[in-house]
């Protein structure tokens, strides 16, 4: 089979899409397939990490793509704010697409890939392309008849499979992210498939414990709460990376980061629990690891309240929790386990389900 040729849009406001996006090329690239350009959306005020446009090793064009309104304090999403914000901006998005269907056509693609965006979406609806399309996320496990949605959260339900289903127009095929095996649904196009990790995470030393919380943020908002569990003597050595560190916390026992993808692996390996927002390749990479995680939902994140949920109830790979409560952490991360060897496994299959999709 010649190499083919492949391009990406990549949702830009979750770091997890680029990260999954990174995953892939390297698997492509070991197959001897190229990526003849990345469109990267261009969310809000988020910034593309200098990580991915180092690692990508390709052409990185961006694109305006919807994004999240937060409140003042950069803690919690509007969601009447989000949507009407969008929807103003609507002629930006059919521009958008109208850069993506010029980019197709100048680099001539074999296969295009979305992760999860939903300017992909109307793309693929406007200009329908003669080339197929393969949708790559989480988020379209919530598309499996077998999903179990919280049932607390009816508009949850309503709204994910609203835009998921929008980014995924006229895909030729779903690959479902899951931290567990559910059987396809091929009349949706929908493969489930394990997570997409990078080879940096296998090529880890052997997992230690030492006294420390990792953190992964994603609103900076949140600061606080971590720089207040240092009023309490007893609790461990804090890291936390997030987009806008606050070097000047105060606090003597906790370290702040910017983002950086390498060194947030590193710690991984060798902390005592993982603490973050709820993203869901973050959360995989920990349970690889066999570390603890406590996942806190960004308020009113539809994507992060199912992440939590599926983490806990549906795979039982670890606890969710409503707030950075480092006591409840603490005490529950002594009394959990989970079968992390069975998910492994599962892991694994991945370049083996993954090529035979792409094929």
């Not at 508009?155 to 095929?173: I, P």
Request: hydrophobic share 45%.
């Amino acid at each position: 089979m010649r190499p083919r040729r492949f391009l990406f849009i990549v949702q830009g406001e979750g770091r997890g899409h680029l990260t999954q996006a990174l995953a892939l090329r390297q698997l492509l690239g070991e197959r001897g397939d190229q990526v003849v350009h990345v469109l990267v959306g261009r969310a809000g005020r988020r910034t593309l990490p200098l990580y991915f446009s180092r690692r990508i090793d390709a052409p990185v064009s961006r694109f305006d793509s919807p994004f999240y309104v937060w409140d003042r304090e950069n803690r919690s999403l509007r969601i009447i704010r989000t949507v009407l914000s969008n929807l103003i901006r609507a002629g930006r998005y059919l521009e958008a697409a109208r850069q993506i269907a010029l980019t197709v056509r100048r680099t001539r693609p074999d296969v295009i890939i979305n992760f999860y965006d939903v300017v992909g979406g109307l793309y693929s609806l406007v200009y329908r392309p003669g080339i197929p399309i393969v949708c790559v996320g989480h988020q379209y496990l919530f598309l499996h008849p077998q999903f179990r949605f919280p049932a607390k959260h009816p508009l949850a339900r309503v709204m994910a499979l609203w835009v998921t289903r929008l980014t995924a127009l006229r895909a030729a095929k779903r690959l479902a992210l899951s931290f567990y095996a559910l059987p396809d649904d091929p009349g949706q196009g929908l493969v489930v498939v394990p997570p997409l990790l990078r080879s940096e995470l296998f090529a880890l030393p052997a997992p230690s414990n030492q006294d420390f919380i990792l953190i992964y943020l994603l609103n900076s908002g949140y600061v606080h709460d971590i720089v207040s569990w240092c009023a309490r003597p007893h609790y461990p050595f804090i890291h936390c990376f997030c987009e806008s560190p606050d070097p000047d916390s105060g606090c003597d026992k906790v370290t702040f980061h910017k983002l950086d993808d390498l060194a947030f692996l590193k710690m991984m390996a060798s902390c005592r629990a993982v603490v973050t927002t709820a993203g869901f390749e973050s959360v995989c990479e920990a349970c690889y690891l066999g570390k603890t995680v406590y996942a806190v939902p960004v308020r009113n994140h539809i994507d992060h309240l199912l992440n939590a949920h599926d983490l806990q109830h549906n795979a039982g790979l670890g606890l969710s929790g409503r707030h950075f409560d480092a006591a409840h952490l603490l005490d529950a991360a002594s009394r959990f386990s989970a079968d992390y060897q069975l998910f492994r496994k599962w892991v694994h299959r991945s370049r083996e389900i993954v090529t035979r999709e792409l094929n």
